[in-house]
């Protein structure tokens, strides 16, 4: 089956720090690969996306990039910032599928 | 309208008492998704609508559970004698079309936090 697997949280970091979350996947298929980010009180919203292998998705200074030989999805940023505390989500839809199966989000804290 | 509209955004409710779930997409977005969140954990599928129809209900955890939607329009998840497990934020999410969420995602609403007294 399908199945999204990330790194176990809280992540805590000092402002200005590299981030990564790591994500592995597991699908029979071509997967598309999103991370959503969920802000505290609000929804989730989509951060990036990759649609096919060596794809990189990138916004708002993330960045991920879809290996399918390691079946991963990593999420980096450079130099993170207190406004990007929050709980990121990793996230697949199988070819031919409707219904997209998330990982179990990874919290991150950012301190100033 | 611009986003996805849930409400309430919170309902507290007495155990075994009946609630009501609402849902108003973004137009013209006819797939839509619930989604439920318990506390600290991920996200687990409830049950998929194209149009009004419902493809997938294998996410409803039991038959206490009820979804249905008008058209392409407004969805209702219904929760019957509701126990304390059921206390969760219960997400809904949309997408353009039969297969654009492949390459668009999902758009979120901010969900309704319902708590089982």
């Known amino acids: 089956g399908n199945s999204v697997t990330q790194m176990e949280g809280p992540v805590t970091l000092s402002e200005e720090a590299f981030l990564t979350i790591n994500c592995t996947y597991t699908?029979?298929?071509?997967?598309?690969l999103f991370w959503y980010v969920q802000y505290p009180g609000e929804g989730l919203q989509l951060l990036l996306k990759?649609?096919?292998?060596?794809d990189k998705g990138s916004n708002k200074g993330f960045e991920a990039t879809y290996r399918k030989e390691t079946t991963s999805f990593h999420l980096e940023k450079g130099s993170v910032q207190v406004s990007d505390s929050a709980v990121y989500f990793c996230a697949l839809i199988n070819t031919g599928g409707f219904k997209t199966i998330f990982g179990a989000g990874t919290r991150l804290f950012v301190k100033a | 309208g611009a986003g996805v509209s849930q409400s309430p955004s919170n309902k507290v409710t007495e155990k075994g008492k009946d609630v009501e779930l609402r849902c108003d997409p973004i137009?013209?977005?006819?797939?839509l998704y619930w989604y439920r969140q318990r506390l600290g954990q991920g996200l687990e599928f409830l049950i998929y609508?194209?149009?009004?129809?419902?493809?997938?209900k294998s996410g409803l955890p039991s038959d206490r559970f009820s979804a249905e939607r008008t058209g392409e329009s407004v969805s209702t998840l219904t929760i019957q004698r509701t126990q304390q497990e059921d206390s969760a934020v219960y997400l809904c999410?949309?997408?353009?079309?039969?297969?654009?969420?492949?390459?668009?995602?999902?758009?979120f609403g901010s969900g309704t936090r319902l708590t089982v007294v």
């Open positions: 990759a649609t096919k292998a060596d």
């Open positions: 699908a029979t298929g071509y997967p598309s």
């Open positions: 609508f194209q149009g009004n129809s419902a493809p997938d």
């Open positions: 137009s013209g977005h006819t797939a």
């Open positions: 999410a949309t997408s353009r079309g039969d297969h654009n969420f492949f390459n668009y995602g999902y758009t």
